[in-house]
């Protein structure tokens, strides 16, 4: 995994190259209208994330913020990692039927989709599945898992 060493968003985004930028930013932009209030954005592992800070739920397994969404430019790909979607069939279902929807077989692993256009990811649905998680109810599932 390609880390960046910017510590803002806008050092990260002006050390992509001009067409990965405008990818990066069109999808920060759907992130951001759609996220729900209590995440914040940072730079945290090299790339953008959205997590809910400490001082609102510090009790996570690490000792950092929980993490929710983050986006990143790699050496071969872009992703959208959605550790939101990963605790939810539900959610699941819906972003790999918008996939099919659109005719594209997705390229996602554990907790990410990978891809290297725009016009192959699902950006309407992203962001649809983005606001559907407040932080009390990622806290929630946090914990749930937690348990198991």
């Known amino acids: 995994m390609v880390q960046s060493k910017a510590q803002t968003v806008n050092e990260y985004l002006n050390e992509l190259p001009d067409d990965r930028s405008r990818i990066i930013s069109t999808i920060r932009d759907v992130i ?15 790339m953008i994330s959205y997590e809910i800070p400490l001082e609102t739920y510090p009790d996570t397994y690490n000792g950092q ?41 997705p390229n996602m692993g554990k907790s990410c989709i990978r891809f290297t256009k725009l016009e192959k990811i699902p950006l309407e649905t992203i962001g649809e599945l983005i606001s559907m998680i407040s932080v009390d109810d990622y806290i929630a599932r946090y914990e749930s898992m937690r348990k198991k």
């Open 32 to 46: 951001l209208n759609n996220l729900p209030a209590g995440y914040q954005e940072t730079m945290t592992w090299g």
């Open 65 to 105: 913020p929980l993490f929710y969404v983050a986006l990143a430019s790699q050496k071969r790909h872009m992703a959208i990692y959605m550790h939101g979607v990963y605790t939810s069939e539900k959610q699941q279902k819906i972003l790999k039927d918008a996939f099919e929807d659109m005719g594209i077989k």
